[in-house]
Every structure is written in C-alpha cells, then in structure tokens.
C-alpha cells in the first residue's frame, strides 16, 4: 500500500517511508475503532474502498494539506460508508 500512498501524494523518494507507513497503520486502526471489521483491514492492500480511505487519512496527516476540511469530510463519508457497506461493518 505504500507504494500507491506514495504515488498519490507525487512522492518519489524514500526519505518520507516511515512516516508514511505510520500514518497507514494509523488510517487502518481509526477504521477498526470505528467498526469495520478487523478481516478487511488484513486484506487492505488489495480492497480499493479502504485504500481510497486510507489514501485520503494519509493526505489530510502529512504535511500541510491545502485543504483539510474538505479532506476530513472526505474521509468521515468514506468511513461512514464503509461501516454500513455490506462486508464492511461489523454486524
């Protein structure tokens, strides 16, 4: 997933890794603690909604976004959505 992380945020160097990785693991465990299930976080590399999500936490925590309201708000909807998608939530 880092690989993609990177490619949106036009990073190309390895100077910023574990930052990065940090905030990914971070997206992930904000995702389980609002309630989408633990069994989708695992698979997360290949699930295109949680990258979107985690893509979008990682550009709203690193750096200073130009815009972080509409990031935050981005990422609420896409968490809500996830957590009462089928498959997604635990129910």
Known sequence: ML??????LRITTNAFDD????????ALMDLGLVGI???VLVDATT?????????????LHFGDPS???RLKASYD???AQL????????R
Do not use: F, H, M
């Open 19 to 26: 930052e990065l990785n940090g905030l990914i693991q971070a």
């Open 83 to 90: 957590i009462t998608a089928t498959g997604y939530g635990l």
């Open 3 to 8: 690989a993609r992380i990177k490619l949106a």
């Open 67 to 69: 815009d972080p309201d």
């Open 47 to 59: 699930d295109e909604l949680v990258i979107t999500a985690v893509t979008t936490y990682v550009k």
């Open 77 to 79: 909807e896409q968490k």
């Open 37 to 39: 299930d633990s069994a």
